[in-house]
T-cell receptor, first 112, second 115 residues
Framework: QQPVQSPQAVILREGEDAVINCSSS?????VHWYRQKHGEAPVFLMI?????EQKGHEKISASFNEKKQQSSLYLTASQLSYSGTYFC?????????????FGRGTQLTVWP | DTAVSQTPKYLVTQMGNDKSIKCEQN?????MYWYKQDSKKFLKIMFS???????INETVPNRFSPKSPDKAHLNLHINSLELGDSAVYFC??????????????FGQGTRLTVV
């Protein structure tokens, strides 16, 4: 049921860019993105509801391609504070609204 | 003011024991969840409650029983604990169940260790 995230891990230098992908085999109603720092709870970044929607949050933005059932998270000019594990959460169309399934996460490490 | 609070933060117990984890949210949300995060960081949904009614029960052993006395509380009781139950358990809340999920707020997690 859960979406598939890629890559599993990314290592960056400060200032570099990264893309994290999230895909589903089932029709998506919404896509959420969360970041979890070590030893802490996941924290909400953004939610995308419509196909083609793009949202931004500081230098972190995301897109949602409803036809391809995919979402991508873009991190530009990465900062040390971006390190953590990024999760996409998906809600599926149909009777399963109200259920938020998470991918296995992408571990992002930013080095100075 | 903590939006979603869980207690206890750490729980170490022996196999076969019964334990409970409590969760409370002060956000006025109508949907609450329990997630289990294993050592590989996989966040697996266990239960979802909307307005005190169970709407999701994923394939979870019946040793796990959620209880929602009111909209603001969702507790998790675990019977006959097993080694494989060791994990971090997160409570979360959001607005909207069948109408679609809004931003989910997570508690700080309960690290359960079964020895």
């Amino acid at each position: 049921q859960q979406p598939v995230q890629s890559p599993q891990a990314v290592i960056l230098r400060e200032g570099e860019d990264a893309v994290i992908n999230c895909s589903s085999s089932k029709a998506l109603y919404s896509v959420h993105w969360y970041r979890q720092k070590h030893g802490e709870a996941p924290v909400f970044l953004m939610i995308l509801l419509k196909g083609g929607e793009q949202k931004g949050h500081e230098k972190i933005s995301a897109s949602f391609n409803e036809k391809k059932q995919q979402s991508s998270l873009y991190l530009t000019a990465s900062q040390l504070s971006y390190s953590g594990t990024y999760f996409c959460g998906t809600e599926y169309r149909g009777s399963t609204l109200g259920r938020l399934y998470f991918g296995r996460g992408t571990q992002l490490t930013v080095w100075p | 003011d903590t939006a979603v609070s869980q207690t206890p933060k750490y729980l170490v117990t022996q196999m076969g024991n019964d334990k409970s984890i409590k969760c409370e949210q002060n956000l006025g949300h109508d949907t609450m969840y329990w997630y289990k995060q294993d050592s590989k960081k996989f966040l697996k949904i266990m239960f979802s409650y909307n307005n005190k009614e169970l709407i999701i029960n994923e394939t979870v052993p019946n040793r796990f029983s959620p209880k929602s006395p009111d909209k603001a509380h969702l507790n998790l009781h675990i019977n006959s604990l097993e080694l494989g139950d060791s994990a971090v358990y997160f409570c979360a809340s959001s607005q909207g169940g069948a109408g679609g999920v809004t931003e989910a707020f997570f508690g700080q997690g309960t690290r359960l260790t079964v020895v």
